[in-house]
């Protein structure tokens, strides 16, 4: 079974730009979470997205968006790009989401200049 | 979601057992414990979890006391390759929460 894959895996932006991460999740998972890696902060909790409605959101300004289509495929949206967004994003699926077993991609690197 | 406490850092060397104890004192009645594994660069891998007593798979052992208020993950025979960061995560078993993850503890293992 193929894994969790994200596109682009690396990606540079100038501050002020807004950017579009992918994810498309494992086969039949119905549940995407993304989450930000910084050296500063650790790994922090985005959102959850479940059957395309957001079920769970961290505590990040609402410049970080996303959402999820009918194929369980999802995007992540950062608007108005800050120096301090650059970092690791990834994204993790599973069946029913949650704290259950997730499975995480490669993740893509954003470095804002 | 219950406040975990795990080593920053450990050592050991080729062949040897690490055990890697995680404290989380406030631990709920219907919290499961999860571990996870994070190479450079990569998304975080899920090892094992647990609720009670010892839970094994071909991975790693998760030994989990009465009290619950601690748990211990064991690599048996650790290799170079076992080189990573190593999450303890506490929380219940259910959809609608999310991860939280804490510091890690960075093991290196040594030739």
């Known amino acids: 079974k193929a894994g969790v894959t994200q596109t682009p895996r690396y990606l540079i932006k100038t501050r002020g730009q807004q950017v579009t991460l992918s994810c498309s999740p494992i086969?039949?998972?119905?549940?995407v979470s993304w989450y930000q890696q910084t050296p500063g902060q650790g790994l922090q909790f985005l959102f959850e997205?479940?059957?395309?409605?957001?079920?769970n959101k961290g505590n990040f300004p609402g410049r970080f968006s996303g959402r999820q289509f009918s194929n369980s495929r999802s995007e992540m949206n950062v608007s108005t790009l800050e120096l301090g967004d650059s970092a690791l994003y990834l994204c993790?699926?599973?069946?029913?989401?949650?704290?259950?077993?997730?499975?995480f991609g490669p993740g893509t690197r954003l470095t804002v200049t | 979601l219950a406040k975990t406490t795990q080593p920053i850092s450990m050592d050991s060397y080729e062949g040897q057992e690490v055990n890697i104890t995680c404290s989380h004192n406030?631990?709920?009645?219907?919290?499961?414990i999860t571990w996870y594994q994070q190479f450079p660069s990569q998304g975080p891998r899920f090892i094992i979890q647990?609720?009670?007593t010892k839970v094994t798979n071909e991975v790693a052992s998760l030994f989990i006391p009465a009290d619950r208020k601690s748990s211990t993950l064991s690599l048996p025979r650790v290799s170079l390759s076992d080189t990573a960061v190593y999450y303890c995560?506490?929380?219940?078993?259910?959809?609608?929460?999310?991860?939280?993850f804490g510091g890690g503890t960075r093991l290196m293992v040594k030739p």
């Open positions: 406030n631990i709920a009645t219907n919290d499961y």
């Open positions: 086969s039949g998972h119905r549940s």
């Open positions: 995560l506490v929380g219940p078993n259910n959809a609608g929460n999310m991860l939280t």
């Open positions: 993790a699926s599973s069946f029913r989401g949650g704290t259950g077993e997730q499975y």
């Open positions: 647990g609720y009670k």
């Open positions: 997205y479940f059957s395309e409605t957001q079920r």
